[in-house]
Every structure is written in structure tokens, then in C-alpha cells.
């Protein structure tokens, strides 16, 4: 029992599983109900609904981000390539006769992908190529992308009428919201692309030595730009779904700070930001906390204005029990445990 408890307890997803069970019960507290789940129309309706649609988002992003913090870089510009595609996607529909036509919307949607397609090739180009720090590289589109779609909409918001194209962000399938189906297609086409293959292996690789790995056969090259075109085309996905959520295309606003959600989602999920070794599993745990702490901020009745400061609190104490400090406190803890057991039963 005490080894299995050691067990969990060094696990890297144990602290934020802790922290989800944490924010649920004070979910529960303060409204009884929170764990109620009804059906209208034949749809799921309820808290737990909520987390998951909107946490889809962030955890299409956050799945993205993690291939790329395993290479050991990052992606600021994710939150730029999501309101780029919401811009594009939505003129579109806009100058079409006929916004409502699944066609119309298929082209749209198309469009917005291979659109953030070739940004995601850009950024794998200054990484890759022209050798920039990626802080530096992503952070550039992160900038100049804003100013992108502000151009697109011709700094205006703009609001469509598509019943296919709103399905993406608040339509069911078989009584589950569209977007959960979205998130868990993308999250099992990552986890098999990367846990089934040898992919995986040579991203830990680029990640933990790059130059070590090229000696090994291993092309970095085009590995990042494979890792930096999937972050922006996941960006891409989860702007569709949250300008198909609000049926409006706001340049500003779309998307705002995702990139930091994704962030803390993977660091909370264990994977560190020097590369290497990475947890989609854990990603999802984390954008599950992410989301939870939102959704807790509003049940509790914290003022909107000091929401950022509650979350950041939060993720800073799972950090903090997943530091090392920590965890060499833990492992000392359970070695004068294993020393106090061996004493007892050779005493009895």
C-alpha cells in the first residue's frame, strides 16, 4: 500500500489531479448542483458540458504547444494564427450569396486551415532555417498577426448568419457538444502520430540534444517545421471553433491570451520547458485545470477583475509542488517512512 502510494504520489500527473479534484469540490460546495447533468433536446446540458466545450479550445492549442516546448521551443504566435483564421473564415461567409451552404462553409474552413498552414511554415522557417530563437520567431507573427487580421476585417467586427458554421462552436453530435468531438480527434491523431510511431522518439530527441540527434540521422530541420505547421494549424482549429462560438470575427479580442493558457496547460501537465520528454495525457489534465479554475472563478463569485490573479495563484502552487524541491522533499519523506517500516517489522 505504502509503495503504491509512493507511486502516485511521484507520478508527474498526481499534483494536478489533486488540483482538479480541488477546484471540483469547491465547485460542489458552492453549488450543490455543479455535478448535474440534464438532457434537453436530446443534448447533454450542465457544469461539467461547459468545462469540456470550453476547454476545447485551449486544449486543441495546448496539444500543439506541447510538440513544441518538447523540441524545446515555443509558440507565442498561436493566439494571432486563431483570429486570423475566425478573420478569414468569416469574410468569407461574408462576401458569399449564401453563408448558410455547408459547401460554402467547407471552403471557408479549408481556406483558414492552409492559410495558417503556411504560417505555421513561416515560423518553422526562422526556427529551422534561419536559425532565431523561437521566443523571438513566434513572437514576431504574434505581433504582426493582430495587425493581419485587423486588415482582414478591415478593423471591423464582423458577424455572420451560418447555422453549419455555429455548429462548430455550439452544436451537438449525439447529445455531446461538436467542439469535445474536435478536441478528442485532435488529441488521438497527435498521441498516434507521436506514441505509435517513432515520431515521438525524435522529438525527445531535437528536444533533449539537437546536435546529438542530427549526428544520429535524425533531420531537426524538418521536424521543426513539422511540430511549428501542426501548433499553427491547431491555433487554427480552435479560433474556427471560438468565432463559430460567438458568430463574430473580433481581430482584438479572438482568442486573447490562449497562448498563455496553452502554456500553463502544458507546464501544469509536467512537461518541461527545457524539451525532451513530454505527457499529452497530461496536457489534457492541465487544460482541464485551466478551464476549471475559469469555470470555479464565476461559481465562487470571484470579481472578474481579479480572475487573473486567482489563476496565476493557482497554477503557481501546482508548480511549486511539481518543483524539484518539492519532489526531493517527498522522496526524503518516503525513504524515512520505508526506514520506519523496516524498523517496526524487525523489531515485531
Known amino acids: 500500500m505504502t509503495a503504491l502510494l509512493a507511486r502516485l504520489v511521484a507520478s508527474r500527473l498526481f499534483w494536478p489531479l489533486v488540483m482538479l479534484a480541488v477546484l471540483l469540490i469547491i465547485d460542489v460546495i458552492a ?27 485551449t486544449l486543441i492549442v495546448a ?13 507565442l504566435s498561436v493566439g494571432a494564427v ?22 460554402t462553409v467547407a471552403v471557408a474552413i479549408v481556406v483558414a486551415l492552409l492559410i495558417s498552414l503556411v504560417l505555421g511554415v513561416w515560423n518553422g522557417f526562422l526556427v529551422a532555417v534561419l536559425g532565431i530563437q523561437p521566443i523571438i520567431a513566434t513572437l514576431i507573427l504574434m505581433t504582426a498577426g493582430r495587425g493581419v487580421a485587423m486588415l482582414i476585417t478591415e ?14 462552436g455550439s452544436g451537438f453530435w449525439l447529445g455531446i457538444p ?23 522518439m525524435m522529438i525527445e530527441a531535437v528536444g533533449i540534444n539537437p546536435e546529438a540527434s542530427r549526428q544520429a540521422g535524425i533531420r531537426a530541420r524538418g521536424l521543426l517545421f513539422a511540430v511549428y505547421t ?26 486573447l491570451f490562449i497562448e498563455l493558457d496553452a502554456i500553463l496547460a502544458v507546464v501544469i501537465g509536467g512537461t518541461s520547458l527545457a524539451g525532451g520528454r513530454y505527457s499529452l495525457t497530461g496536457t489534457l489534465v492541465g487544460a482541464l485545470v485551466i478551464q476549471t479554475l475559469v469555470t470555479t472563478v464565476y461559481t465562487v463569485g470571484i470579481p472578474p477583475i481579479a ?42
Do not use: H
Request: glycine share 8%; aromatic share 6%.
Open 31 to 57: 453549488v450543490p448542483g455543479f455535478f448535474a447533468v440534464t438532457v434537453r433536446d436530446g443534448n447533454l446540458y450542465g457544469s461539467l458540458i461547459d468545462i469540456l466545450r470550453n476547454g476545447a479550445p
Open 307 to 348: 480572475t487573473m490573479v486567482f489563476k496565476a495563484a493557482v497554477v503557481t502552487v501546482v508548480c511549486l509542488l511539481q518543483s524539484p524541491t518539492t519532489n526531493q522533499a517527498l522522496a526524503s519523506f518516503r525513504r524515512s517512512l520505508a526506514v520506519r517500516a523496516g524498523k517496526g517489522v524487525a523489531s515485531a
Open 178 to 200: 461538436i467542439a469535445v468531438y474536435i478536441a478528442a480527434a485532435v488529441f488521438a491523431l497527435a498521441a498516434t502520430l507521436t506514441r505509435r510511431t517513432a515520431l515521438g
Open 82 to 103: 486563431a483570429a486570423i483564421s475566425g478573420a478569414v473564415a468569416c469574410s468569407i461567409l461574408l462576401g458569399s450569396p449564401d453563408p448558410g451552404n455547408p459547401a
Open 63 to 75: 496539444i500543439g504547444m506541447t510538440l513544441v516546448i518538447a523540441t524545446r521551443g515555443i509558440d
Open 230 to 255: 501542426f501548433s499553427a494549424v491547431c491555433a487554427a482549429v480552435a479560433g474556427l471553433i471560438l468565432t463559430a462560438n460567438t458568430m463574430a470575427a473580433d481581430a482584438n479580442n479572438a482568442a
Open 155 to 168: 478593423g471591423q467586427i464582423l458577424t455572420v448568419t451560418s447555422p453549419p458554421f455555429k455548429a462548430l
